[in-house]
């Protein structure tokens, strides 16, 4: 059982859950926990999350978007308040995972929420000290959408060997050079890396999304066998 000991806002509409966990045995970044709810006369229903947070003790931190007419997303980031327990089952997942001993070049590639994972990764290789070379891409539907904004800002800024990119796909910062789009294949290309330099690449966000992506890189050259996907559900 968990208990949820604070909570941060990253966007009107998404929150990041810190949660006290007893005994957590740690995890690697990319995975995910089933988080439980049990209502009063019983109906239970569980739901995925990535864990946002790198190994820190008993704590393990999530980011939920609120889903509208959701079953589950929407009382996590509403009512679930500090003081209140949590079923919790994890770590799970052992394919899309970056280990800090890896030091081939990884290209992040998030949709909306599918940050969450890759902020892990982000997060396991600043806290190891690793130098692999890390590039983010990171699209999002207005700046107003984007989670973890100061953070990835300042790491954009200090951590040697990340680059941080956005993609507005419906409304770009004034100074933003073009319209909003969809990431396309110029994009990968611009803010990737070269297949032949044979990059881990990490694809995560809606299912949609996540397809579109992962083909797209095949297509620009990068081996299948490299390139891992996290789908969350629904096409954006
Ligand atoms: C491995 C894994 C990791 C995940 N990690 C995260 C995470 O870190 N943060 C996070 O916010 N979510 C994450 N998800 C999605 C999450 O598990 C739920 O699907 C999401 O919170 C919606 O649940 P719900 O009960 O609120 O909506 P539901 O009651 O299940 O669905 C309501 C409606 O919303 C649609 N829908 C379901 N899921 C999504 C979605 N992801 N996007 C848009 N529409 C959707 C459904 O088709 C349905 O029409 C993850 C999913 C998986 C499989």
Redesign the pocket.
């Known amino acids: 059982m968990a208990e949820l000991v604070a909570t941060r806002g990253e966007t009107p509409t998404?929150r990041t859950l810190v949660l006290d966990v007893p005994g957590w045995p740690g995890h690697l970044a990319g995975q995910?926990v089933d988080v439980r709810l049990t209502a009063a006369d019983g109906y239970q229903?569980s739901?995925?999350?990535?864990?946002?947070s790198p190994v820190d003790g008993d704590r393990v931190e999530?980011?939920?978007?609120?889903?509208?007419?959701?079953?589950?997303?929407?009382?996590?980031t509403g009512t679930f308040a500090p003081g209140d327990p949590v079923e919790l089952r994890g770590p799970?997942?052992g394919w899309?995972v970056w280990r800090d001993t890896d030091a081939a070049p990884a290209l992040l590639v998030a949709g909306?929420?599918?940050i969450?994972?890759l902020m892990a990764m982000i997060r396991a290789r600043a806290a190891a000290g690793s130098a692999a070379p890390f590039r983010l891409i990171y699209s999002v539907r207005t700046p107003g959408h984007v989670f973890y904004a100061e953070e990835l800002r300042r790491r954009d800024r200090d951590d040697a060997g990340l680059s941080v990119t956005f993609a507005y796909t419906r409304q770009a910062p004034p100074d933003w050079p073009g319209p909003p789009r969809r990431l396309g294949a110029a994009e990968l290309r611009a803010h990737g890396w070269a297949p032949e330099l044979a990059p881990r690449c990490y694809v995560c966000g809606?299912t949609g999304f996540v397809e579109a992506v992962a083909e797209l890189l095949v297509r620009l050259g990068h081996d299948p066998e490299r390139v891992r996907t996290?789908?969350?559900?629904?096409?954006?």
Do not use: C, N
């Not at 999530?62 to 589950?72: D, F, I, K, N, R």
């Open positions: 998404a995910h229903a739901r995925s999350y990535s864990i946002a999530l980011t939920v978007q609120a889903v509208p007419a959701g079953e589950v997303s929407p009382y996590l799970a997942g899309f909306g929420s599918g969450v994972p809606p996290e789908r969350f559900g629904a096409t954006a």
